[in-house]
């Protein structure tokens, strides 16, 4: 090569490399300015391209056999709704909030709020997070957010999430309103990594038995699990009453690794097995925390997945009472299926069977017939060998077959049924709910009115009283919500007891809110006596 020539060819390389490293300078700068800089994607949602490459996934993952050929022609929507009802396929804003919720963790300020009215009021900070460290406190009116504008606006929640999260070291300029103070005043927060615990509540509920509440199954579960049992341990417990009511699920291996936690070794706690997906299954390694205490497990109809694994490992172990009533019924493993783009298909792939073998996905085909079929035809084949004298007899008119208990259909039946009180329930009580007067309430008066001390000195004492209720019912003639008096009279305790609890969350936390609600919880007394 002629030295002209090579000269050349390095200055033409040297061109490139400046041009490369000026467009990576430029998409950083840009980026830490705080532009979201979007992906490209290859497809386009709903284009045939990639409807036909999730067709292709469906049908080398999906959990039954599927004719994927009578799909091809049809919307994105409608392919999804022909498997069943956990198969979902997530925009790239809902793909990033799954996975921010069930890891545990995200990057932003660290603040919760409330919008009341038209103020943005902050109604929790997390521990050592950034905000905690700027000096944000709770009460704190927070009137804008760097140059916008945020008080007296009345802006949609979601616009205000995307104003506190982003990158970690990327700083957010907040004027607040202390309480008390005339002046507002400025502060600069550096956006970084926040921790949440997926442990809502953990205390003592008598001086031998602990309480612990899990929302959902993320990636930290089992070890703030050990942590807030070897907490609770040394406070003395020696029982414990495991809450995972209104739980609807989130990671296999996060309930696997609960589950393992009150297991001596080498118990079969699920198994999972698909069209695709051999059997396999995940056994306890005996080193829990809390193997040899009395255990009770709570749960109801909005228990799900997850829960449900691990209350129905405990069942078949008998390694706890199961309290409260039916699960949800959903026993199908799904896989998630990221794109270029941000976005993700959530497929089914399996579905979990307890150690006993059981399968407890309810039907989601053709209701029930169909599960009396199949249930029909599973014991003239001789796969069901349970004891039939021992069942639930469901209705002649819909049967004609007893279905042992364990195949009765969909999710998991307690060892002690406790029957939801609905009484109060009732029209004027679901329109407060849903204007969530109640929460209005108690951050605009008796948030004020009860400080945290107060609060704190009579944790168990503390109740609102006729006096209490009646300005309750003033506050709602000066904000002109018209209720029939006697349906409020006639829902008066459930009132008075979500006051208290809101105004317990407030000052003391999901915890206060729990031991709130606890204090007279119908499924809480069973337990404490089934542990007796």
Known sequence: MKRNTRINLLISLSYSLVLILGMFMGYKFLKDQGYVLEKRTKYADNSPEKV????????GNYVDDVDTRK??????????????????????????????????????????????????????VVKDGPAWQAGIQKGDKILKVDTMVISGRNLPREKMTGRFKGRRGTTVKLTLLHPGNILPSAVNVTRGSVRLSSIDAAYMLNPETGYVRISKFGAQTDQDFADAAKMLRGRGMRKLVLDLRDNGGGYLMAATGLADQFLPENKLIVYTEGRHEPRTEYFSTGTGEFTREKLAVLINE????????????????????????????????????????GSALNLTIARYYTPSGRSIQKSYRKGFDAYRHEVEERLNNGELTADVSASDTLP??????????????????????????TSGYNKAYVTLLNKKIITDYVLEVLASRYNKAYVEANLDTFSLNDAEFKDFVKYLRRNQIKLDFGQLNNAKALICND?????????LGDAGYYRALNANDAVIKQAMASLQ
Do not use: C, W
């Not at 198969?87 to 995200?106: C, I, M, Q, R, V």
């Not at 172990?317 to 009533?325: D, H, S, Y």
């Not at 006051?499 to 000052?507: I, K, S, T």
């Open 52 to 59: 036909d490459e999730i067709l292709h996934i469906i049908n």
């Open 302 to 341: 909005n228990s799900a997945s997850a829960s449900e694994i691990v209350a129905g490992a405990m069942q078949d172990l008998k390694r706890g009472v199961i309290i409260g009533r039916r699960s949800f019924g959903k026993g199908l493993v799904q896989e998630q299926f990221p794109f270029n783009d």
């Open 499 to 507: 006051l208290r609890a809101l105004l317990y969350r407030y000052h």
């Open 71 to 124: 799909l091809a022609n049809l919307p994105l929507d409608s392919v999804l709704h022909r498997l069943d009802p956990h198969s979902s396929y997530l925009p790239p804003t809902k793909a990033l909030a799954l996975a921010e919720d069930l890891e545990g963790n995200f990057e932003g300020i660290g603040v919760e709020y409330y919008i009341l009215k038209d103020t943005l009021l902050v109604t929790g």
């Open 396 to 421: 002649k008119a819909t049967m004609q077959v007893p279905i042992p208990k364990k195949f009765m259909p969909g999710g998991i039946l307690p060892d002690v049924f406790v029957k939801l009180d």
